[in-house]
């Protein structure tokens, strides 16, 4: 029973790991689950066994990319610190790194971003990344009523208004530097811009 649920498990990963490939090169629109069982080696019965459709496998795709980053947000409602504002910026920083140095991560992100149209048979794929995006404003928010409460941010500032323009200023260098990464150094970017941002929660007086 342990042999056949590691080689279940080794399926699912081959699975994965081709998809990455294929939707890559050829387009999460133009890609069927028959091509992926045939670059893989496997029947379109594998898939199945372990994906309901396209958009679930595609969902299981990102969900390994996205859970490192998520992570690295969830902490700061986990395990607070003295600052939640910096633990914030660290976080992010962390998700702009794991671009830069992590194929894996870099080549997924580039799908979502250029190759995966949420519409039709997608709209499932999308609804988790709405999912996710939500849970990862929630753990921003929290830190910014956190940094409120201990007095290092402004009172006045709605932790929901500066959740969402975090995530935007994020998301938006990524999507730019997927496009082109020459056009500028992410991490470098995106590290100066969050502390120019964060500089200005700051309480002061």
């Not at 799908?111 to 997608?122: K, Y």
């Not at 956190?146 to 975090?166: D, E, K, N, W, Y």
């Not at 999507?175 to 309480?203: I, R």
Request: proline share 4%; net charge neutral.
């Amino acid at each position: 029973m342990r042999r056949t649920k590691e080689d279940a498990q080794l399926t699912r990963e081959k699975l994965l790991d081709t998809a990455e490939v294929v939707f890559s090169s050829k387009g999460v629109a133009r890609t069927s689950l028959q091509d992926i069982a045939q670059a893989a080696g496997l029947t379109r019965g594998a898939i199945y066994w372990h994906f309901q459709d396209k958009a679930a496998l595609f969902s299981a795709m990102m969900d390994r990319i996205v859970t490192p980053m998520e992570q690295a947000l969830k902490d700061l409602t986990e395990h607070p610190g003295k600052d939640p504002l910096a633990q914030v910026r660290d976080a992010m920083l962390v998700s702009l790194r794991l671009i830069c140095e992590d194929e894996r991560t870099r080549r997924v992100m580039g799908i979502a971003v250029r190759q995966a149209p949420f519409v039709g048979e997608m709209a499932g794929a999308l609804e988790r990344r709405l999912e996710v995006h939500l849970r990862c404003r929630g753990y921003i928010e929290n830190a910014v009523r956190s940094a409120q409460s201990l007095g290092l941010a402004q009172p006045g500032v709605s932790p929901r208004g500066v959740a969402t323009s975090i995530m935007a200023v994020v998301t938006g260098l990524i999507d730019l530097w997927m496009l082109e990464p020459s056009l500028f150094p992410l991490v470098e970017s995106g590290q100066e811009t969050l502390d120019v941002y964060l500089a200005g929660l700051k309480s002061v007086g």
